[in-house]
């Protein structure tokens, strides 16, 4: 089996008041090595529009 390389890390900016978060960890998919990214998404700081057409 192949070794996962070492430097892969999960980054979240921050941007435009972003909340979510999140982390990235070795895994066994479907029999094969890969990262898996896991973690919560927020809309908490969403702004939503109704009939933007109007």
């Not at 430097?7 to 008041?17: H, I, K, L, P, S």
């Not at 479907?30 to 809309?43: E, Q």
């Amino acid at each position: 089996m192949k070794v996962l390389h070492p430097d892969w890390e999960y980054v979240a900016d921050g941007v435009m008041g972003g909340v979510s978060r999140g982390q990235a960890g070795p895994a066994q998919v479907a029999g094969r090595a890969a990262m898996r990214l896991t973690g919560a998404v927020s809309t908490d700081n969403v702004l939503c529009r109704e009939n933007l057409a109007a």
